[in-house]
Antibody, heavy 118, light 110 residues
């Protein structure tokens, strides 16, 4: 059974950093791209970015709203995808979901809430 | 990257069919057929209902169907049931190797 479990969310002040992790199981992690999607309270889904598998270079793509501030990485030996968020803004407040794939998402984590507030 | 355009809400009575549209630009849809649809209940993670325009994942009811014409994709739900009441989102993988979601549509079953 595919499982994705996010962790690392919490309350953080504007301008600070936070790192989210997505621990995966039930599939060969290294074979898949991994994506992050967020949802602000009461709002719609917003794509954050993704990281390709090492087979495809392990390169990343980001939404314009987070480019230069957020970094996605992966540790295939531990089946973990990470989202490093720097220079956080209040508008980054959202539930952050980890998902498998990059064109469509059949598997999602339960989400972790990030609140950016002073 | 602007969001794909969806109606904010649609409604229908049990047994009826409804269609939710999803409109983008040519660069959103381009020649790709990577349009997906998600169902989301309050407080829950989204669930994939349709991928690559018209394909249903295993376990999704055949009451859900998808199509695309030009720059507009559509999700049709036939034989509407109370359990279909949820938020629905479209998404498209773009020619820029990014992904864009629609703003979401709240489906109310009357």
């Amino acid at each position: 059974e595919v499982q994705l479990v996010e962790s690392g969310g919490g309350l953080v002040q504007p301008g600070r950093s936070l790192r989210l992790s997505c621990t995966s199981s039930g599939f060969t992690f290294g074979d898949f791209a991994m994506s992050w999607v967020r949802q602000a309270p009461g709002k719609g889904l917003e794509w954050v970015g993704f990281i390709r598998s090492k087979t495809y270079g392990g390169t990343t793509q980001y939404a314009a709203s987070v480019k230069g501030r957020f970094t996605i990485s992966r540790d295939d030996s531990k089946s973990i995808a990470s989202l490093q968020m720097n220079s956080l803004k209040t508008e980054d407040t959202a539930v952050y979901y980890c998902t498998r794939g990059f064109r469509n998402f059949a598997y999602w984590g339960q989400g972790t809430l990030v609140t950016v507030s002073s | 990257q602007s969001a794909l355009t969806q109606p904010a809400s649609v409604s229908g009575s049990p047994g009826q069919s409804i269609t939710i549209s999803c409109t983008g630009t040519s660069s959103d849809f381009d020649s790709y057929n990577y349009v997906s649809w998600y169902q989301q209940y309050p407080g829950k993670a989204p669930q994939l209902m349709i991928y690559e325009v018209s394909n249903r994942p295993s376990g999704v009811s055949n009451r859900f169907s998808g199509s695309k014409s030009g720059n507009t994709a559509s999700l049709t739900i036939s034989g509407l049931q109370a359990e279909d009441e949820a938020d629905y989102y479209c998404s498209s993988y773009t020619s820029s190797s990014t992904l864009v979601f629609g703003g979401g549509t709240k489906l109310t079953v009357l």
